[in-house]
């Protein structure tokens, strides 16, 4: 009778653990709201594509005017492409941290099962009274933790400086503001602008006039103006700039619109200070 009493207890203390199976909030987190990395990254670069393809056509429509636009609705429309890039980038970060967490709880777990004993009768007990943090829950402890890691380190932040088309358009909106200051830390887009006092220079280092036409060298980063790089090539094979012994041809040279608009922009507003102080003088 005893015996029959034991089988009937064990019989009645059949349930599973509170991770088998897995719960149904579980499986609509890893099947719904899990991003997919290959969709939301092809996402984001086709509408990096198109804010850079805009970014461009303002950049050529400024240089092609005699006379600057309206330069007000231009930084806004440039605020609300930052805005967006800075959106796009950091939805696709974020994924990359969940994605991460997913690999890592995964693995954990892979390496935690080649420990346990065998899932049966006789081990059912011990794997009931197994605390570990179910699956979803893990992950979502791990992409918390990995969060908070990056906002420490701010390498959000750090990553967002390396990404072209937000630094294309924070150097526009800089230069817009005043095109005689470098650049923001003078990253790679400038840094063999030519600086004089503190302000950046506008003339060619070959004639030492102002550019007309302006390109950069892609071995090198420096700026010439492209008439008279092109004559200095034609004899030399060496960048022109004192201390520079990057080798170049006229391959190598690609317009620098950053320039030409430091150059449109500071001239336009030049002759219309110009034009303000004649009108007062008479």
């Known amino acids: 009778m005893a015996e029959t009493a ?3 207890d064990f019989m009645d203390d059949l349930s599973l653990p509170r991770y088998i199976p897995l719960p149904s909030d579980s499986l609509t987190i890893l ?8 969709d939301l990254c092809a ?4 509408d990096l594509i198109r804010i850079e393809k805009d970014v461009q056509e303002f950049i050529d429509f400024v240089l092609n005017e005699d006379q600057l636009p309206d330069l007000e609705p231009i930084q806004k429309s440039l605020d609300i492409y930052s805005d ?4 796009l980038m950091r939805s696709a970060y974020d994924a990359e941290m969940w994605i991460n967490a997913v690999t890592e ?4 777990y892979q390496a935690q099962m080649h420990t346990e004993d065998e899932f049966n009768l006789q ?25 908070q890691v990056e906002s420490q380190a701010h390498s959000f932040e750090s990553h967002l400086k390396h990404e072209g088309p937000y630094q294309y358009i924070s150097n526009i909106k800089s230069i817009i503001e005043n095109p005689e200051a470098p650049l923001p830390d003078m990253n790679e887009e400038e840094d063999g602008v030519a600086i004089s006092g503190g302000k950046v220079s506008f003339n060619d280092p070959i004639s030492l006039m102002m550019y007309k036409n302006p390109h950069k060298s892609r071995r090198c980063n420096h700026v010439f103006e492209l008439e008279h790089i092109k004559t200095h090539l034609q004899s030399h094979v060496t960048c022109p700039v004192a201390g520079c012994e990057s080798q170049i041809r006229t391959s190598d040279l690609v317009p620098d619109k ?7 922009v500071y001239t336009v507003r030049g002759k219309v200070y110009r034009d303000a102080e004649q009108i007062v003088g008479v």
């Open 31 to 38: 099947s719904e709201i899990m991003p997919k990395k290959s």
């Open 123 to 147: 081990s059912l007990q011990s794997f009931r009274e197994n605390e570990s943090a179910l699956f979803v829950d893990a992950i979502r402890e791990e992409y918390e933790h990995s969060k």
């Open 258 to 264: 950053l320039m030409a608009l430091r150059v449109k």
């Open 105 to 108: 709880i995964k693995n954990r």
């Open 84 to 87: 967006t890039i800075y959106s």
């Open 6 to 8: 034991t089988t009937t």
């Open 43 to 46: 996402q984001v670069s086709a």
